[in-house]
T-cell receptor
Framework: SQKIEQNSEALNIQEGKTATLTCNYT??????LQWYRQDPGRGPVFLLL?????KEKRKERLKVTFDTTLKQSLFHITASQPADSATYLC???????????FGSGTRLQVQP | DTAVSQTPKYLVTQMGNDKSIKCEQN?????MYWYKQDSKKFLKIMFS???????INETVPNRFSPKSPDKAHLNLHINSLELGDSAVYFC????????????FGDGTRLSIL
């Protein structure tokens, strides 16, 4: 069956360090993968999209990698700040579907 | 200006009632979605409309009926509410389908007593 797995345990790191979040998938062949941020009581906010032919994408302090062989995407936040504390969701398009399937998200807590 | 707005933000009602949630987007997008986020935080697609045409209808009880009067609006009507319908419902929109980023509203928290 198709699965998208993100670490359900919260990730706690110190301010200034790099946070790395993982998204693994099985039985998908996504042409792209998206990352979203969700704050409590708010809707998800789009951050980055990476396509299958791109190994890496950057936006300011954010970096996403996409390894279609390992079926994994890594999401990095460098020089993390307490304001980066949120839940981060990965999403990809199911085979033959025109809709995103979301992982359950990983909660990041950046300590000052 | 709020890009995707949903009303109401909170909805508390009794089992068996019928309720509606409204969604409007001012981004000029042609595709709109309804998602359900349960207590375990899984965000699941329910419906998707493109140019007022239903294109995705997941395995959702037929008590849930979406309606898109125009490209900027997608409403969700729920009949005979059940305890299991308690969740946060999110509306989203995108410019086209597929790899386009989706813009979400802030959700409607539905609680069934």
């Amino acid at each position: 069956s198709q699965k998208i797995e993100q670490n359900s345990e919260a990730l706690n790191i110190q301010e200034g360090k790099t946070a790395t979040l993982t998204c693994n998938y099985t039985n998908y062949s996504p042409a792209y993968l998206q990352w979203y941020r969700q704050d409590p009581g708010r809707g998800p906010v789009f951050l980055l999209l990476i396509r299958e032919n791109e190994k890496e994408k950057r936006k300011e302090r954010l970096k996403v990698t996409f390894d279609t062989t390992l079926k994994q995407s890594l999401f990095h936040i460098t020089a993390s700040q307490p304001a980066d504390s949120a839940t981060y969701l990965c999403a990809l398009e199911g085979t033959g579907r025109r809709a995103l399937t979301f992982g359950s998200g990983t909660r990041l807590q950046v300590q000052p | 200006d709020t890009a995707v707005s949903q009303t109401p933000k909170y909805l508390v009602t009794q089992m068996g009632n019928d309720k509606s949630i409204k969604c409007e987007q001012n981004l000029g997008h042609d595709t709109m979605y309804w998602y359900k986020q349960d207590s375990k935080k899984f965000l699941k697609i329910m419906f998707s409309y493109n140019n007022k045409e239903l294109i995705i209808n997941e395995t959702v009880p037929n008590r849930f009926s979406p309606k898109s009067p125009d490209k900027a609006h997608l409403n969700l009507h729920i009949n005979s509410l059940e305890l299991g319908d308690s969740a946060v419902y999110f509306c989203a929109s995108s410019l086209g389908q597929g790899d386009q980023p989706q813009h979400f509203g802030d959700g409607t928290r539905l609680s069934i007593l």
